[in-house]
């Protein structure tokens, strides 16, 4: 028997320090007439409905920004297969198959007459 009073004790505890009760006392003195009382609730209830909404469009935002994140990971790995670095000082385009160096300027600078 002693087990089941302390858990029993431990639950009320729990039940009375989460939940105040002078919050709940005001929420039944606040609510005076039947009225009042569902006034109270429906505009509770509007406020709930105006959480959810905000949240549905917040979730829709972030739904088309992810598709949006989505194509540009496409389009990026797609760039990023289009370039090979050879490991040589060139870079092959699988595009168009051409292979270009790296540094334009590894012979250093040339006139046009010494180049030919």
Do not use: H
């Amino acid at each position: 028997m002693p087990k089941i009073s302390i858990v029993l004790t431990l639950a009320w505890l729990a039940i009375v320090f989460t939940v105040p009760p002078r919050a709940a006392y005001a929420e039944r003195v606040s609510c005076g007439t039947a009225k009042e009382c569902y006034e109270n609730s429906m505009a509770k209830l509007q406020k709930a409905l105006d959480i959810v909404e905000a949240q549905r469009v917040e979730n829709e935002r972030l739904q088309k920004k992810a598709a949006e994140m989505e194509k540009r990971i496409v389009v990026l790995e797609t760039r990023a297969k289009r370039y090979i670095d050879n490991g040589d000082g060139t870079v092959t385009d699988n595009s168009s198959g051409l292979i270009w160096l790296k540094n334009a300027n590894c012979f250093g600078v040339e006139t046009w007459d010494k180049a030919r």
